[in-house]
């Protein structure tokens, strides 16, 4: 009897050995093949073109690079200090105009319903907004 199981237990071993053979190759099939896709489909840096190089960085942006702007829960960014200056020097509903249809694309129309204003003194406001920022940018 202790031959028969000596025998079904080296019987079970050859199996598992073999199991594990067959899923060791079955991985390096698959491995060379996800190899083979990568190098298909990736590029060494050193082969890149000085454009793609550029597409491939980033440039940090901090808060204190711009200035905020908030407008009916928008958070408006300004990077030109001149323009944002020009800005502040606007009374509030001038900078709410041009804030709201230049920076948010919003119509005429659509200005007078959110500030609660007549479209013509909307326009007026932005008209008149303008040609102070332009005074004020070319004073300065």
Do not use: P, W
């Not at 491939?56 to 901090?62: F, K, M, P, V, Y």
């Not at 948010?104 to 319903?113: K, R, V």
């Not at 479209?119 to 300065?140: F, G, S």
């Amino acid at each position: 009897m202790s031959q028969s199981s000596s025998c079904d237990e080296t019987t079970v071993r050859f199996q598992f050995d073999r199991m594990c053979r067959l899923a060791l190759k079955s991985e390096q099939i698959d491995y060379m093949r996800e190899m083979d896709r990568l190098s298909k489909h990736e590029k060494l840096f050193s082969e890149l073109s000085q454009e793609e190089l550029s597409q491939l960085c980033a440039i940090d942006e901090h808060s204190f690079d711009s200035h905020c702007f908030q407008i009916h829960g928008c958070d408006i960014k300004i990077k030109n200090d001149s323009l944002a200056n020009a800005l502040q020097a606007l009374t509030e509903k001038k900078r709410n105009v041009i804030l709201l249809s230049y920076f948010l694309n919003m119509s005429d129309t659509e200005i007078a319903d959110e500030m609660s204003l007549v479209r013509c003194t909307v326009y007026e406001h932005r008209k008149r907004a303008l040609e102070l920022l332009k005074q004020n940018m070319e004073d300065k």
